[in-house]
């Protein structure tokens, strides 16, 4: 028989050797495996040390670690049918290892001792905060319950683990269930031609005449940005709106219901008021009050402008095409002609100036920079798809930093969105600093036979915006890979991803990479200056739309019981009352596809992107101060916040590389609010 290529020992994924048969093998006999160095730990008959106990727990299920991110990140970037039913069968055998790890009562005894003895034992602030977080692990996620409620939070666990990868599946399959076939010209008037194109090229791929538009982000939102007819507008909107809320297999209505009220058992059993009292306990916003202060502090002072540029357009799309009542359909579109008008400003213009490569090779030099990182193409580690590009990360002085593999084009096995993620964590183990395998996956329009992938400015972000969540996992130097990288409070997570993001509006950074396609000409200056004039437009109703979604959140996870919830859509329609500009629409429900909160990790933590966003504007004024690529500042932040991870509060980390605690006055500036 073959070996299983999951079982043998590897440094990079050995993607071309798996088949589908091998995952669930691997995975129980790697739960086998971390089951018996966990048991090792707890049946040790040596007095509890933190070297025996803290630090060898944090060392177990390794392999496991491997197999699982190879599975579940294919799962998301390059997933089937036969993936998909694996996923369903192992994320029940997960759920029950992670119970029984922490409702381990002998294990629970002696993490106990040493953390009840920490303040004498002399720990390193990371050492300490490894015992702190591995405690509240145990303590906060059951150890303390008697067996009818251990049984009761496996249960709940178990459950909520299946229904969240349903959530996820079934958004999928509505995405790829849908394409509007289009024979006429008059149907595809006002499209870019790059965006014609691709539509063509997509129809022909599946042997059809005319164009193709489909709910994938690279189709779907040219075609609501440029796309002349209201009627076909309407028709993608209201298709991208009901995913989940439809009267067919796919439908996410009850399992929204499900999740939300296992939830709330979850945190009620646990003996917390609610999910959202739960998971802000460990949180830099520590409570559900303290949240809804900082959206509703946000909310008044956006509103005002939000309602004040929804006004303006109402007037500008009545007096351009008569329209008597703007509806979600009409906003992209009118936004961009009113924008163009007032900034001479057109996305199809600044496109020839964003080649993917050019991006790609602007972003590793803004890294470089700042943060003395080189990165050279490699082909000798294995990838999961053709589509993938593979890089070796080293500093100026030649030292092996990362491994980075990047993903940038939709296909049907691959879920829309970008986000960053890992095949391996970094950490310090027997004295050898084992570096970090990183990835960043993305939805950008494919090259077609007569042009190059151009990106859309805010494609241009999206692609800083990962790579800020990747140099986070790149350049983690940490001891412990569980406190390594990105892991850190989950309202933490987003500074680096958004500080980088700023970049983008720079002229000495649009400089570096911002050439023509075709004549290699740098982006002209007056075009920097309208990206920079242009960066607030529309600002109030985008803090308002981000708003209406953390509200959303705190809504589902924050409030009273969910057991007496009816009618997703009519709960919905409550939380976003104070947020709302448009007519409700019946046939859409946000909820039954928001991923962020019912498949990815966001639940409670939606609010995290406007909280990161107040510390990202704070930082970068400190950039603008000293200069965008001033050495001092960039290893302050590259020494205190990117290669820290969790290993200490993050506020304390943040309060040592800016002097001082962030303010909002910053983000109200940039955004024109005040």
């Known amino acids: 028989m073959t070996k299983n290529p999951l079982l043998q020992d590897f440094n990079t994924a050995p993607f ?15 739960i086998e495996l971390a089951k018996d160095e966990i048991n090792a730990i707890a049946e040790n008959p040596e007095k509890a040390t933190f070297q025996n106990t803290t630090e060898a727990l944090d060392y177990t299920g390794e392999k496991l670690d491997r197999i699982t991110s190879i599975f579940f990140n294919l799962n998301s970037a390059e997933t089937n049918t036969a993936i998909q039913e694996i996923a369903k069968d192992i994320s029940p055998w997960l759920s029950e290892f992670k119970n ?20 004498s034992l002399e720990l390193t602030p990371e050492q300490t905060m490894l015992l702190e977080k591995q405690y509240k692990g145990f303590s906060r996620n059951g150890a303390n319950l008697n067996e009818k409620e251990k049984t009761e939070l496996r249960k709940l666990d178990a459950e909520l683990a299946k229904l969240s990868l349903q959530f996820g599946e079934n958004v999928l399959a509505e995405t790829n269930a849908f394409e509007m076939h289009l024979i006429n010209e008059e149907d595809v008037k006002g499209l870019p031609e790059s965006t014609k194109e691709a539509a063509k090229e997509l129809a022909k791929s599946k042997e059809k005449e005319g164009w193709l538009i489909t709910l994938d982000y690279p189709s779907y939102i040219p075609f609501m940005t440029y796309a002349d007819n209201r009627e076909l507008r309407k028709k993608l909107a209201i298709a991208m709106g009901k995913k989940g ?43 559900p009050e303290k949240v809804l202060n900082f959206l509703n502090e946000l909310l008044e002072k956006a509103k005002p402008a939000a309602k004040k540029e929804f006004e303006n357009l109402e007037i500008y799309a009545k007096k351009l095409d008569n329209i008597d009542q703007l509806q979600k359909w009409d906003s992209a579109y009118y936004s961009e002609k009113l924008k163009k008008e007032l900034f001479s400003l057109d996305q199809e213009l600044l496109k020839p100036y964003f080649k993917l490569e050019n991006v790609i090779d602007g972003v590793f030099e803004i890294s470089g920079k700042l943060f003395d990182l080189q990165f050279e193409e490699i082909d000798s580690i294995d990838k999961y798809h053709e589509d993938v590009k593979t890089y070796a990360v080293s500093d100026s002085k030649g030292n092996f930093i990362s491994h980075l593999y990047a993903d940038f084009h939709p296909r049907p096995g691959k879920r829309n969105g970008a986000w960053m993620t890992s095949y391996k964590s970094q950490q310090i183990k027997k004295g050898v600093n084992e570096r970090p395998q990183v990835s960043i996956v993305c939805n950008f329009t494919k090259p077609t036979e007569t042009k190059p992938s151009l990106l859309t400015f805010n494609e241009v972000t999206t692609l800083f915006h990962e790579f800020g969540h990747a140099l986070h996992g790149m350049l983690a130097n940490t001891t412990y890979n569980s406190l390594s990288g990105t892991s850190v409070s989950w309202d933490f997570v987003e500074l680096p991803s958004q500080v980088l993001e700023n970049w983008c509006y720079e002229k000495e950074a649009l400089e570096l990479f911002a050439k023509h396609y075709e004549t290699g000409e740098t982006i002209p200056m007056e075009y920097v200056t309208k990206i920079k004039e242009s960066a607030s437009f529309h600002e109030g109703m985008q803090t308002l739309r981000q708003l209406s979604f953390g509200l959303l959140d705190m809504s589902w996870h924050g409030g009273a019981s969910p057991q007496n919830i009816s009618s997703i859509k009519d709960f919905e329609t409550k939380a976003f009352s104070e947020t709302q500009l448009y007519p409700n629409v019946a046939e859409n429900c946000m909820s039954t596809a928001f991923s962020h909160i019912f498949q990815g990790g966001y639940s409670a933590g939606y ?8 510390l990202d504007a704070d930082a970068f004024e400190y950039f603008l101060e000293k200069g965008i690529f001033n050495k001092e500042v960039a290893n302050k932040f590259k020494d205190n916040v990117l290669s820290k991870g969790g290993t200490e509060k993050p506020m304390n980390l943040y309060v040592r590389f800016r002097g001082k605690e962030p303010k909002p006055d910053a983000l109200l500036k940039r955004a024109g609010l005040i």
Do not use: C
């Open 16 to 30: 071309s050797k798996i088949n589908t048969d091998h995952y669930k093998p691997a995975i129980k006999k790697a």
């Open 100 to 119: 029984d790890t922490i409702l381990n009562e002998t294990l629970f005894n002696r993490v106990k001792i040493i953390y009840d003895q920490k303040d």
């Open 245 to 287: 809320f439809q009267k067919n297999d796919f439908n996410n209505e009850e399992i929204v219901l499900k999740i939300v009220i296992l939830r709330h058992k979850r945190a009620n059993l646990l003996g917390y008021k609610t999910h959202a009292h739960f998971v802000l306990e460990e949180r830099m916003a520590e409570s």
């Open 607 to 614: 609010y995290s992107y406007k909280w990161a966003e107040v």
